[in-house]
């Protein structure tokens, strides 16, 4: 099994920036998918960015609403994923999940199998 623990959520004001942190233990076997979701409360929760890891093959998928605003990026050796959020605003506040999952097809699935507890990020206007 996968346990998955994230952090760096907190209070920003418009346009601030956080960063998120998602350790990772136990074992993904490749190909694997590893992202970010968000639920905003009366909302449906969405996808953020996620990244596909299959052999030497790796991308990045992003919500429309982020893009150009939010990064992905790993340490390997830390099994650690990061989300760098800028320009926030205040609709990104929301509880914030890290997610993983096999990978199967070249592309990651609709729904992930390992969930953290989820951080909070609220940006105020």
Do not use: H
């Not at 999940?97 to 096999?102: D, E, H, S, V």
């Amino acid at each position: 099994t996968v346990q998955l623990v994230e952090s760096g959520g907190g209070s920003v004001q418009a346009g601030g920036s956080l960063r998120l942190s998602c350790a990772a233990s136990g074992y993904l076997y490749n190909p694997y998918c590893m992202g970010w979701f968000r639920q905003a409360p009366g909302k449906e929760r969405e996808g953020v960015a996620s990244i596909y890891t299959g052999g030497i093959s790796t991308y990045t998928y992003y919500a429309d609403s982020v893009k150009g605003r939010f990064t992905l990026s790993r340490d390997n050796a830390k099994w650690t994923l990061y989300l760098q959020m800028n320009s926030l605003k205040p609709e990104d506040s929301a509880m914030y999940y890290c997610a993983a999952a096999r990978a199967y097809g070249g592309s990651c699935p609709a729904n992930f199998s390992y969930w953290g507890q989820g951080t909070q990020v609220t940006v105020s206007s």
